[in-house]
């Protein structure tokens, strides 16, 4: 067969559709609405001859982007028959999301359907046939046949394809020479290959589009043009970008061409900038340039990023503009065009300009944006457009709609009047209300309020003695004890400003601290009991130092105003009298208001200097004193956490537990109501620039992304683009406002901004204003750093590494929770040498030495190489399964091979025929073979040819009479079980391994084959638990079983609904065949609060058993089982929302049920409430 190459708008759509993986992204379909009277027969018949006269509908690509053609024309038409046009319209948006694939024989779908006396053509089309013109023009092919009524088949015909001249391609060179480069690139993401797609819509209605037209014909436009503007000024704008570029679509057609079934339509960067601060104008440019650009729509983006030498995306908005008034009208009928359900641009604008009215499709990546943000977004273009077309210049026209507004105001409505004064002052208040009551207490001792007042009146003696001035600052360098805030009190009362100073700095940095201060207290024991209270204040009352990008730290004043109204604000929120920890270290800002917390009226207990690092010691803190009041980073919350749940522990004394630091994660909340009984979970949020806390969010535990929250009192934020205010949903960096900023000690830093008379602190953090009116944190700006909470400057780490002798260059970066160093040049005690000059928060985990630091392309430094240079020695593949992970500890252990990855090819890592035999000694496993090694040669393969040849596994032996026998998640192993197999103590646990039967066995055969083993082991009786799609399995194995006469006491069907999947023309469709690895990985992280990565093998066993479990609920199957059968459900559960009406459709498939909710829980239960559901198990058996 004679094959021929793609063109090169043909081969972007191949590459298009390789990228997408098993999707639909080009899939480009319609339901035409059939107005001519025809019947089936003879519309296949006619259809034929259209095929046989266009060759580009027999064609067909191979895997190597090959075309070839076929003669054949016999290709199948179903026909369909419906009740409603609503049913139609139902189906067809399902099945135009079914992809095609390189093996089909054809790259179209057609499919004629009646629905009483009326008839539908649904036609759905490979891209690489045909663009949208294409597909126009195969319906008036199509008509032109019927008017014809010729019954023969016709002459092939060809498609007309325009000849080049070297003349003008050369002349297309050298115009995209000048007009498009590297630095034009305009992207507002991160291209995603998530090609996964949402898709909104807004109509102009007549009234005004007829305004929108008169101002069109006024400044000699298309109405497309006025809409492109309108996006030009949104993306213009909250980018600060006067350039912006975006992909247009044109044609390519000509009149040689207008009417071919082919794909020639091509995407063009569309470079734009405003002239002359005109909107009008501005419209008027856009058309001009798109005009010109049509003259050079044979030159393809293939051609462009080659001779262009362009290496990155130019764009990731596409626009497409069709005037449907300058296409004829079909006579067979009307098209419905179809969303595929995916989009291959980030986000695409389609203007659909019709006979009265505009419509403005979005379609857009639901990897990358909301549901919310895009409504919002064409909101935002249809309120531009309504202020343009009064020709307002460019700078006048707001992008804030009136929602925008209410969601702004909503967000920092936050005066709340404070009667003037400052902390100190509030304390003396608070003594002489309850002088008596307990105030402080560390290991050494108790103070009173009175006690505490008088110890702090010596310090202000002190400071006094030694001629310390008012507003002069005292630098304090203690280790954690009662003294710590006695101090700090002292220094607010004799209206000085307090420095904390690490005991733990090196001697370098003590020197410089030191300097800043005039005197620098270090003896705690030097202070007794005083009567001479004083109380005074200045402008300021701390200083607190971070790291400076320039290599030296960065002083910041925060006023006395700011920290009284941070504290009176979390006074009159939380209320702080009560007992507070204090385990936060002095030099980080969070230690203040646990410090100050007494001020209010607290209980202060002070953790021993060094504690806060053992969970141990504060859970110790916790229980003795009944803390009520805890502050965590939630890296610490989580090793606690952990540790309290490995132990048992149940908190019920503390009541609010606070977060700040880190950005608070969904998998940190699973077990926070384990282990804190009572408490409340607040995530708060704040730079050292401002006064601890700018912003505060009470922890719901329902949440699908826990934000930062609403600024507290009198604090304004705002998202900005350098000045400009961006709206809701736009991410922008995070600006605050009001009497919670401070200052740099040094003027000459920037970061705090004075904008239209508003003082300002632009933070460097990345976020977000939410529909809710909550602020959402995404990351940093620049390079700073947060590891384990505490911000570092890479900047001042690289300054230390160079000025070490011998090196030459550094990089220094954050991989997951290290800090990371990569240098070039050559130091052989590097690691001694910068502990000298470097504190213990900024020496970095890993330091690795290298010949020279990677690039990318652009000439920047290539963070991926370094991560992987990193990682080189310390390599961990989070997405080994257990039985991989043993696998590879084993011959770890016995070869003494290391970082052994799950796809390494063993014998090219060392192992030879000694350590094969070593192992396979070794491992407890008794399926492992000498073979095996040699045959699969990696652990991966190993592993899953060990877990093909067999059905079942133990998990846990408790020489039990009884057995338990566990069905995984679909794709799971049965070890998902284990941390469940812990807690169980009257079974043994046996797991299923689905992975052994072929694609094509039911969920009966399953259940039969696993009951034969079963019945072989001479247990006395079972119970079964499946979870998910592993139920039905469940249900068929006791079947089996009691079929049997095996005595089944009870099954547990886990997190699982029978959901029926659709049926198309009799055939059971699994919902999950539609959407590629990527989407189902992202989707199980979604439900699990962790990273999933299906590989190929597991990708294949969840397909199967999805499948599998959809064709069995979609047959309702009654089931007679003796046992009881106990319903499991998380309550928080996703895929199982509405489980308690629900659950009653398993009424169609066994007789009874009990149903039991798991309280916080999700769809992954199994792992994070294990000891609970061996409870009920083991609870179950004894009452049976």
Known sequence: MEKYS???????????????????????????????????????????????????????????????????????????????????????????????????????????????????????????????????????????????????????????????????????????????????????????????????????????????????EKNKISVGMVIIGSIYKYFSTVKNSDKVVFGSVFLNRNNNNINDISMVANTMPVAIESVENSFSKTCFSIGKTIFKLMKYGFYSQKDLYNNQHIHSNLYDISISYRNEKLIPALKIGKIRELFNGYCDSNMRFYINEKENSVEIQLHYKKSLFSDFYAECLLDRILHITKQGIKDISLDKISIFTEMDNEIYEKTNSTFYNYDKGNVQGYFDEIVKKQGNNIALIDDNRVLTFEEFNQYSNSVVDFLMENNVEKGSTVGVQVERSAFLPIILMGILKAGCVYMPISVHNSKETTEFFRKKCSIVITDKNKFCRSENNVVDSNKYAYTMYTSGSSGVPKGVKISTDAIYNRMCWMHRKYNLARRVLQKTTNVFDVSMWELLSLAFGGSLYMLNEGDEKYPDKILEAILKHKIQIIHFVPSMLKLFLDYCIKNNVKINCVEDVFASGEKLTLPLMCGFKDVFINAKLHNLYGPT???????????????????????????????????????????????????????????????????????????????????????????????????????????????????????????????????????????????????????????????????????????????????????????????????????????????????????????????????????????????????????????????ENINSRKMLTVLKSNNSKKALVCVPYGGSEPQIFLSMCEYIKDFDVLGVYTSFFNKDITVENIGENIGKELCKLGYSSFSVIGICVGSVVALEIAKYLESNRKVVDNVFIGASLPTKAPRILGKTINPWSFVNRKYINYFLEKLGGEQVCFEKVSEKIFRNDTNRFFKYVNKENRINIKGAVILIFGENDKITLGYSNKAKKWKNYINDFSLITLKNAGHYFIKSKAKKVAEIIEKSSKIN
């Open 6 to 216: 793609l063109n090169n708008f043909e081969e972007n759509i191949f590459n298009m559709d390789r990228a997408g993986g098993n999707t639909a992204v080009c899939n480009i379909g319609g339901l035409v609405t059939l107005d001519t009277n025809i019947d089936y027969d003879e519309f296949c018949y006619n259809f034929r001859i259209l095929v046989a006269e266009n060759r580009a509908l027999r064609k067909n690509v191979d895997e190597n982007g090959n075309v070839y053609f076929t003669d054949e024309i016999n290709f199948p038409i179903d026909h369909l028959y419906f009740d409603s046009r609503e049913e139609v319209e139902k189906w067809a948006d399902v099945l135009i999301k079914e992809p095609f694939t390189i093996e089909d024989k054809w790259f179209f779908k057609i499919c004629y359907i009646t629905v009483k006396d009326k008839n539908f053509l649904f036609l759905n089309v490979h891209h690489i046939i045909c663009d949208g013109m294409g597909m126009v023009n195969i319906c008036r092919k199509f008509q032109e046949i019927l008017e014809r009524n010729e019954k023969r088949i016709a002459i092939s015909h060809t498609v007309n394809e325009e000849s080049i001249s070297k003349e003008k391609y050369e002349k297309a060179v050298a115009f995209f020479d000048k007009y498009i480069s590297n630095e034009s690139a305009f992207c507002i993401k991160e291209n995603s290959l998530d090609y996964r797609a949402g898709v909104q819509k807004i109509l102009i209605k007549p009234a005004l589009y007829n305004k929108l037209k008169l101002f069109a």
């Open 689 to 943: 620039e401002c006064a601890v806390d700018v912003t505060y969010y009470d922890v719901t535990f329902e949440e699908d992304n826990i934000p930062i929250g609403l600024p507290v009192d009198n604090c304004v934020i705002k998202i900005m683009s350098n000045e400009t205010v961006l709206p809701p949903m736009e991410s922008g960096e995070i600006c605050i406002f009001g009497v919670q900023t401070g200052e740099y000690t040094d003027k000459n830093i920037s970061g705090f901004k004075n904008i239209n008379g508003e003082y300002a602190y632009y933070t460097g953090d990345i976020g977000y204003i939410g529909k809710d009116g909550n602020i959402y944190y995404e990351g940093r700006k620049d390079r700073q750093l947060k590891v384990k909470g505490i911000r570092v400057e890479p900047e001042s780490i690289e300054k230390a590494f160079m000025s070490v002798s011998g090196v030459s260059d550094v990089r220094v970066f954050a991989y997951k929770d290290m800090l990371c160093a990569v240098y070039t040049g050559n130091c052989n005690n590097i690691k001694y040498v910068l502990r000298i000059k470097l504190n213990y928060r900024e020496m970095p985990t890993i330091i690795k030495n290298v010949e020279s630091i990677p690039l990318n392309k652009n000439g920047k430094t290539d963070y991926k190489k370094l991560y992987e240079i990193v990682l080189e020695n310390e390599k961990i593949d989070i997405n080994a399964t257990e039985n991989e992970r043993k696998l590879i500890d084993v011959i770890a252990r016995e070869t003494e091979i290391k970082n052994i990855m799950p796809e390494d090819d063993l014998f090219n890592k060392g192992i030879d025929s000694l350590g094969v035999i070593k192992v396979v000694n070794a491992v407890s496993e008794s399926d492992i073979k000498f073979s095996d090694f040699y045959e699969f040669r990696t652990v991966r393969k190993i592993v």
